[in-house]
């Protein structure tokens, strides 16, 4: 079993609608959340960070945690064609190297 | 300010070959990351420094691989004999301080063994 999985995709939604990403990981240890956003042939960037339960805001991207359930999400609010690459979620246990999922790749279509 | 460089973007070699790739961090960054990526995956971790130690090397698949970072800022990583299966892209990440602070990639190197 992977540590971070995601759905791989295909998630594909009309632009100026909510894309909803999703992440659960195995580890309880895991403390602190990360998700890239990483365009084909480039390599990843961070978009949103989480440390605590609940909701965190940037702008049109929000971030929600329950460690609880040990799941991690991602909302892009109005999706626009450029949101359109693959999303990587990452967690940290004792904070220092990142564990990946496999991505999921989300196509917005105008 | 610039962020993390990488050198060279795109390394073609043969199979038995030895390479050096080169990362240098965010000015001021004390933490220095290592990842492989193959694709349609996600990176996976081979190496971290803090400073000049490397704080965690448990991600080298292999004894063939190797980095260092003398001065504690620029780091090589080092594969003696490649293989065909060493291709990828190498990612190399910094951060503030290791712990929780948020990493930074690099564009990376294709590493390409024929």
């Known amino acids: 079993q992977k540590e971070v999985e995601q759905n791989s995709g295909p998630l594909s939604v009309p632009e100026g609608a909510i894309a909803s990403l999703n992440c659960t990981y195995s580890d309880r240890g895991s403390q602190s959340f990360f998700w890239y956003r990483q365009y084909s042939g480039k390599s990843p960037e961070l978009i949103m960070s989480?440390?605590?339960?609940g909701d965190k805001e940037d702008g049109r991207f929000t971030a929600q945690l329950n460690k609880a359930s040990q799941y991690v999400s991602l909302l892009i609010r109005d999706s626009q064609p450029s949101d359109s690459a693959t999303y990587l979620c990452a967690v940290t246990q004792a904070g220092n190297m990142l564990t990946f999922g496999g991505g999921t790749r989300l196509m917005v279509k105008p | 300010g610039a962020g993390v460089s990488q050198t060279p973007s795109n390394k073609v070699t043969e199979k038995g070959k030895y390479v050096e790739l080169r990362c240098d961090p965010i000015s001021g960054h004390t933490a220095l990351y290592w990842y492989r990526q193959s694709l349609g995956q996600g990176p996976e971790f081979l190496i971290y420094f803090q400073g000049t130690g490397a704080a965690d090397d448990s991600g080298l698949p292999n004894d063939r691989f190797f980095a260092v970072r003398p001065e504690g800022s620029v780091s090589t990583l080092k594969i003696q004999r490649t293989e065909r299966g060493d291709s990828a892209v190498y990612l190399c990440?910094?951060?503030?301080?290791?712990?929780?602070?948020?990493?930074?990639f690099g564009p990376g190197t294709r590493l390409t063994v024929l």
């Open positions: 990440a910094s951060s503030f301080l290791a712990g929780y602070n948020e990493q930074f």
């Open positions: 989480i440390y605590s339960n």
